[in-house]
């Protein structure tokens, strides 16, 4: 980019390009991890001023990924699923097929039986890793950003995601939907970004 800003993106496991593997327990950052290793390797990017930013279902791999990384100067955790639905799968039906579906492929679930999906949830869930019992993780500044009424990544959950760092600010633009939309919250991750990095 013309101010010097490198950006790259990535799919998660079980999305994408990166399809073949699944989001499976205990190997959540790999796919962090390899961007994060590719970074600090090519001399043409500055590995002492890295950021991160994830969305929706890499939320859990971001979080531990900044916990693990405390080199980062920022981390954006943009409509992260932390827990919510993942511990409470009986909400799967209320979601466009689409998505519930697409998540299923993501962690290796029968995308036919949504009764299977819990088994493999719940143990991911931040929550049930004991992540959410007040301490703090990290002093990385954190940005929790999504919209108020998020019934996939609740506003309390945002709230628990932010205070894992003494640096953890939470901002919702919008009411409704799952992920922040508009030039506002653009704007924000933006300034957030600029500031640290």
């Known amino acids: 980019m013309k101010n010097g800003t490198a950006v790259i993106t990535f799919d998660t496991p079980g999305a994408g390009l990166n399809s073949e593997i699944i989001l499976q327990l205990g190997k959540e950052s790999l796919a962090h991890e390899a961007a994060l290793s590719y970074v600090k390797t090519d001399s043409r990017l500055d590995g002492s001023r890295i950021a991160a930013l994830s969305q929706s279902g890499s939320g859990i791999a971001l979080i531990e990924f900044a916990i693990d990384n ?68 990290m002093n990385t500044p954190l940005l929790v950003i999504n919209t108020a009424g998020d019934m996939v990544a609740s506003a309390q959950d945002m709230q628990y995601t932010a205070a894992l760092s003494s640096q953890g600010i939470v901002e919702f633009h919008g009411d409704d939907g799952h992920c922040p939309q508009g030039q506002e919250a653009k704007d924000s991750i933006t300034n957030f970004l600029d500031k640290h990095i």
């Open 70 to 137: 405390p080199k980062l100067k920022a981390v954006v955790a943009r409509c992260a699923v932390v827990d919510g639905i993942l511990t409470k799968p009986h909400l799967l039906p209320h979601l466009p097929l689409m998505t519930t579906q697409s998540f299923g492929v993501r962690i290796g679930a029968d995308i036919n039986d949504f009764s299977s999906f819990g088994e493999l949830t719940i143990p991911l869930s931040l929550k049930t890793k004991g992540y959410f019992d007040g301490k703090t993780r």
